[in-house]
């Protein structure tokens, strides 16, 4: 018993210790930069790179300079992987200290999904600027100096020299500075802020959004426009007050560089045309009718069209259905509606054709009046009902469809029971002419029969003679 227990202690040890050797921490992701510390015009490589992800979707962002190539990166499930999937060159036209965000969302082979906010600092410095001073010139408040390129305040001078600066005062001489490296000039164009006194700037700034929209009322007249750059050396162009007309109106503001290079960001500001005095009238009115044959008829209607009359009259004929009404309004953007000319009854039929504005606050209505003719009915006769009797239509409506139903079902019986009589009474004619057949049958068999028995006297005769001869033998022989 303890050797078993022994044994399955051991074997659940040796299951934990594989089990935690194969767990599997999560999907991750990290940010790194070659370089920490950089100067105005170095790069530095940032690196985003994930461990035991599946699927992914990562991009990098910075609070401030450049940054170009890969920043953005994703990809759809497939298996856990571990390497690097951002790569981009960072760096700055001006010396500060900056922050490199590496944001999104990654999930392992669980399929759990996990957000990600990483950062690294980069500080970018000012290059330095080295002089280096050739020059040997000193005063000799002694007066006793022998320096060849010294002043004697006592006018003394012991300087034996060719050199054609020896009689200048040193403090005009021209000293000799090296310069080891040419300073680099800004290549920032961007902008830090930027704004509009009236409406909102769509989408929010960014400083690398160049586009933007903003909506204005009718009622704004101009708007103004400021902007901030980003680096001390540009120059900004493009802003201040400007004057708004109706429909779209585009203003570029333009960032140079220190180096002289230029970014534009355009803000386009969409002001509502001017409203004009709508005029609810028609420019053209066409009739034209259906007939029940379905045909298309030109219909005309009095007085002429006018757009300044709104009332006409139309006559039809009584195979006229309905009609269509081709409207035209005389403004574009106004609505047209028009009712009652479907299903035309005998006699007057009103149609309106209302003539809308665009909002539909204001509206105009030209009336046509259709007189369809009466329909005439063909003469048919009459069977009058004794004393006046008048059947009510509600009662042929309510019984004709049973009276019709009960009709047939009574001629139906009728006709089966005809059928069913005719074919047995056949069946009994040919049943008594059979009987008749066998009857005289039977009557010929028995002539026949009578025939035969009735013999001729002379042949009875004999057989009676015959049969008493034999009669006669037997007799004898009984004797003997």
């Known amino acids: 018993m303890k050797k078993t227990l022994k044994l399955l202690i051991m074997t659940l040890v040796f299951m934990g210790i594989c089990v935690t050797a194969n767990i599997v921490y999560g999907a991750d992701a990290s940010i790194s930069a070659s370089k920490k510390e950089i100067y105005v015009g170095e790069s530095t490589t940032i690196t985003a790179s994930i461990s035991a992800t599946e699927t992914w979707s990562l991009k990098m962002t910075t609070t401030g300079g450049n940054l170009s190539g890969d920043v953005n990166n994703g990809d759809a499930y497939g298996k856990e992987e571990s390497k690097s999937v951002l790569s981009a060159n960072f760096s700055a036209t001006s010396a500060g200290n900056y922050t490199i965000t590496l944001s999104g969302k990654v999930a392992g082979s669980d399929l759990k999904s996990k957000s990600i906010s990483k950062t690294v600092a980069i500080t970018v410095k000012e290059k330095a600027t080295t002089n280096n001073n050739s020059g040997s010139n000193s005063n000799n408040n002694n007066n006793n100096n022998s320096n060849n390129n010294s002043n004697n ?16 005062p040193a403090e005009t001489k021209p000293s000799t500075v ?4 040419t300073p680099t000039k800004s290549q920032d164009n961007s902008l830090k802020s930027l704004s509009v006194d009236v409406g909102t700037l769509t989408p929010a700034f960014s400083p690398r959004v160049t586009k933007y929209t903003v909506d204005v009322g009718e009622e704004v007249t101009n708007i103004e426009i400021s902007a901030t750059k980003n680096h001390s050396k540009a120059s900004v162009s493009g802003t201040g007050k400007k004057e708004l007309n109706p429909g779209v109106n585009t203003f570029d503001i333009v960032v140079t560089a220190e180096d002289g290079k230029t970014q534009t960001y355009t803000i386009t500001v969409n002001k509502p045309e001017e409203k004009k005095e709508e005029e609810l009238k028609l420019l053209s009115l066409v009739v034209k009718g259906i ?3 379905r045909e298309l008829v030109d219909l005309i209607f009095a007085p002429e069209f006018s757009e300044d009359v709104y009332t006409y009259n139309l006559d039809v004929e009584s195979n006229i259905e309905s009609l269509t009404i081709d409207a035209v309004p005389k403004q574009e953007g106004t609505i047209v509606e028009i009712s009652g000319n479907e299903d035309l009854v005998a006699g007057e039929n009103i149609i309106n054709i209302i003539v809308k504005s665009e909002n539909g606050e204001l509206t105009a209505t030209y009336e046509l009046i259709v007189n ?10 009459t069977v009058e009902l004794p004393h006046s009797v008048e059947i009510p239509e509600t009662f042929i409506n309510k019984y004709s469809i049973p009276m019709i139903v009960f009709t047939c079902i009574i001629a139906g019986l009728g006709l089966i029971f005809a059928i069913v009589e005719y074919r047995y009474g056949k069946k009994q004619k040919d049943t008594i002419l059979d009987k008749n057949i066998d009857i005289k049958d ?8 009578t025939e035969e028995t009735e013999e001729k006297p002379e042949e009875k005769q004999v057989d009676n003679n015959i049969r008493e001869e034999e009669k006669n033998k037997k007799g004898k022989g009984k004797h003997f």
């Open 153 to 168: 305040n006592n006018n003394s001078n012991d300087n034996k020299g060719s050199s054609s600066n020896e009689n200048l």
């Open 178 to 181: 090296t310069n080891t490296q």
């Open 291 to 293: 007939t029940t044959d």
């Open 372 to 381: 369809k003719e009466e329909e005439v009915k063909a003469a048919s006769s």
């Open 442 to 449: 039977v009557e010929n068999i028995d002539s026949l029969k």
